[in-house]
């Protein structure tokens, strides 16, 4: 490998995880189109290592390339946004259970601290970022050839449109979710791997069931899936 390559690889990824921390804050919208040259300047790169970030959060689910035509970042409409949402009611539970026995005292008292700070979270962008700080540190210590990196993938996917779910919810005063948080971590205290996938399993259930109530969030424009030629 050449320095240059070294280089181009450090500064790709680099870029990647700038541009992963504002597509998951919102800054890019679902459906917006994301320029190779835009993407370079904004981040002091050159060319390479912006196509190169691009590749990586395409693997990652965050963004869609379309070859000789560009990028935009990753849009559902709302039966797609159904049916990963019922891949993740089945793969995630499972992923958990491989966790449970894992999980350290320590961890699941963190994981409690998070529980709580959620219920005080002052704006949806707090909440979502302990939300997912909460869910994925449960997925951590568990070797897996797939899994892992299939759910990380599932929740990139729907990321934007549980900002607007959760916007709903708390609009409506609903604390179902505060509630299953805190069933969780009781069933992790006791290592009841049953106990946490069931309501793990539900609680992803209830949110595609309220994502199902509002399907306006699917209709903007902004929101659109892309089309066969990559456009929006």
């Not at 990028?71 to 089945?90: D, G, M, P």
């Not at 979502?128 to 599932?154: G, P």
């Not at 793990?200 to 424009?221: G, K, V």
């Amino acid at each position: 490998m050449t320095i240059e390559s070294t280089t181009h690889g450090k500064a790709g990824a680099r870029v990647a995880a700038a541009m992963r921390e504002a597509i998951l804050a919102g800054t890019y919208k679902p459906g917006s189109r994301i320029r190779q040259e835009d993407v370079a300047e904004r981040y002091g790169a050159s060319r390479v290592p912006a196509r190169e970030a691009l590749r990586m959060l395409e693997a990652e689910g965050l963004v869609k390339v379309v070859a000789n035509t560009g990028a935009w970042v990753t849009s559902l409409n709302l039966v797609e946004c159904e049916e990963i949402y019922q891949v993740r009611e089945r793969l995630e539970p499972l992923l958990l259970r491989y966790n449970v026995p894992l999980l350290t005292e320590l961890q699941i008292e963190a994981l409690d601290g998070l529980a709580h700070e959620m219920e005080t979270a002052g704006d949806v962008e707090t909440f979502l970022r302990l939300d997912r700080d909460f869910h994925l540190s449960c997925y951590t210590d568990a070797q897996t050839i797939m899994l892992t990196d299939t759910v990380l993938r599932l929740w990139n996917r729907t990321q934007p449109y549980r900002w607007a779910y959760t916007s709903v919810f708390r609009s409506e005063g609903d604390r179902s979710a505060h509630h299953e948080h805190h069933l969780l971590v009781a069933a992790l205290r006791r290592r009841d791997a049953d106990e946490a996938e069931r309501v793990l399993a539900s609680h992803i259930r209830r949110t595609r069931l309220e994502l199902a109530r509002h399907p306006e969030i699917f209709e903007d424009p902004a929101t659109a899936p892309l089309g066969a030629d990559g456009n929006a």
